[in-house]
């Protein structure tokens, strides 16, 4: 009966010019028009990472014209300078590339030069001295995340009237060498000297619960006065809390009462974002993971011969559910803060 039923749909296939899985068209015409992709994704380490996953496949779909072929690096560069070389034998017409870390990546972006391919970087920036070895950047601006939460934290607590002497703040880094980690670390550890807080430590956790959740795990062994930490994402965030709790002490920004001030980034969890609306999460700096329309749109501008721009940054808020906080200033520049309910 199986046979009979197969033979049906392969005849079918043969009248109305459907396609297999797998098979190509009889038509060159249509193989020609999709533009093929290839997108060398660092890993899936987080909630963000899989947001700016999906918010990439929506985009490059069969029929908007695309043919994605898609690599997970699982953390590793050379996983991704090896899917870029099988990009470039493949002959896609761009590669798009979101680095695990900013060094290391001038060999195998002048193959791709080379081949003629352009590159497009996602998210985290590499850091080349022949700024030609990629074509545009889109991302987040790391250096203001940092500089906008660790200002946050400094109206917070002088709305509260806290001497900066008694913060005692540790740094769960994200992925060592990576932008966002760069850009993060930066703001507490600048803040820190500027406003006087003691920045006790900086250990990455990785941008994972799990790691998050180790990490604070060992501070809390070391360090009994802590009353800040400063997470560089969500989901080392959740694994503070387990953390904290586990130890029997509690989150939240009554530092003067024993909570501990819990700070993070992304505000793409649904667990941290209900965690920032009862304080648990004091405050989320916004870290933007839909980049798929902004590079579709780099794409298109290219494919009409135009010349997008170099760098584009994404414009990011910060989420509190404390109102003592409405905006902060960087640099003359007035930041609004997204109160949450
Ligand atoms: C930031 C991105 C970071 C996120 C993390 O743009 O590179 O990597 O903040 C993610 O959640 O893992």
Redesign the pocket.
Known sequence: MKRFLLMLICMACLLTGCRGIGEKTSDPEEEKQLITVGFSQ??A?????KA?TESMLQAFTEENGYELIMEDGQQKQVNQITAIRTFIQREVDYIVL?PVTEEGWETVLEEAKDAGIPVIIV??QVKVKDKDLFTCWV??D?ALEGRKATEWLHAFTRAQGIDPAEINVVDIQ??LG???QIGRSAGILDASKKYGWKLLAQVSGE?TQARGREVMNYFLKVYDQINVVYC????EALGVIEAVEAAGRKVGSDIRNGEILVMS??G?NETALQFAREDKISCIGE?N?LHGPRVRKIIESLEKGETPEKYEYVDESIFSSLDQVQAVEVDGESYPVTLLK
């Open positions: 660092l890993g380490e987080s909630d963000w990472r700016n979101a998210d985290r991302g987040s790391f994200g992925t990576s932008s966002a941008y560089e994402n969500d989901n980034f992304d793409v870290c993971p």
